[in-house]
């Protein structure tokens, strides 16, 4: 009940293209589920997070969608660029304590 | 303002041997992480601090993992004895009272155990 599945592991996306990356959860109790991006030899950093009580939130060209009924989340990156090429982690959390996705490379090719 | 600072970012031992990661946190942050992140996979918690105080070792391995956080502030992460299976990162991150549920994490430190 504590898990986060993510998928896919790794995503190829030509520059201009729309980045999805999704994730699932099972325990109804997390109330809080941001997205954090890790660029090689940096720690993670928060990029965008949400609450079950919205159904979308979207930053720049950031967006993330909730299904709160089927406990699914995803990320968009619209316009994605070679700059956003990093490892995406969903998460979520319960009382401060966040369980992480296993992660997902993105890879924006020029 | 200064970011979470680990040090050191590397660290190669050979199994058996101690080893001991350090951090200090961002200024006015009274809440402390420590994770592990093995290769491909996202971080796990190990230990939280509110303030001195930890709040949550439930993932810790107590038998050879030990941690301190004396005075609120800076931490130290201990492994003794390291084993080939603790090979990872270990990323600290702290939150501020204010802004409770963004953690501004650390490099972290990578340690190979041979």
């Known amino acids: 009940q504590q898990q986060v599945k993510q998928s896919p592991q790794s995503l190829i996306v030509q520059k201009g293209g729309i980045s999805i990356i999704n994730c699932a959860y099972e325990?109804?109790?997390?109330?809080?589920f941001p997205w954090y991006q890790q660029f090689p030899g940096k720690g993670p950093a928060l990029l965008i997070a949400i609450r079950p009580d919205v159904s979308e939130k979207k930053e720049g060209r950031f967006t993330i969608s909730f299904n709160k009924s089927a406990k699914q989340f995803s990320l968009h990156i619209m316009d994605s660029q070679p700059g956003d090429s990093a490892t995406y982690f969903c998460a979520a959390s319960r009382s401060d304590k966040l369980i992480f996705g296993t992660g997902t490379r993105l890879q924006v090719f020029p | 303002e200064a970011g979470v600072v680990q040090s050191p970012r590397y660290k190669i031992i050979e199994k058996k041997q101690p080893v001991a990661f350090w951090c200090n946190p961002i200024?006015?942050?009274?809440?402390l992480y420590w994770y592990r992140q093995n290769l491909g996979q996202g971080p796990e918690l190990l230990i939280r601090?509110?303030?001195?105080?930890?709040?949550?070792d439930s993932q810790l391995p107590k038998d050879r993992f030990s941690a301190e956080r004396l005075k609120g502030v800076d931490s130290t992460l201990k492994i003794q004895p390291a084993e080939l299976g603790d090979s990872a990162v270990y990323l600290c991150?702290?939150?501020?009272?204010?802004?409770?549920?963004?953690?501004?994490f650390g490099p972290g430190t990578r340690l190979t155990v041979l």
């Open positions: 325990n109804t109790a997390f109330d809080y």
């Open positions: 200024s006015g942050h009274n809440t």
């Open positions: 991150a702290s939150t501020s009272p204010v802004v409770w549920n963004e953690q501004f």
């Open positions: 601090y509110e303030n001195e105080e930890a709040v949550d």
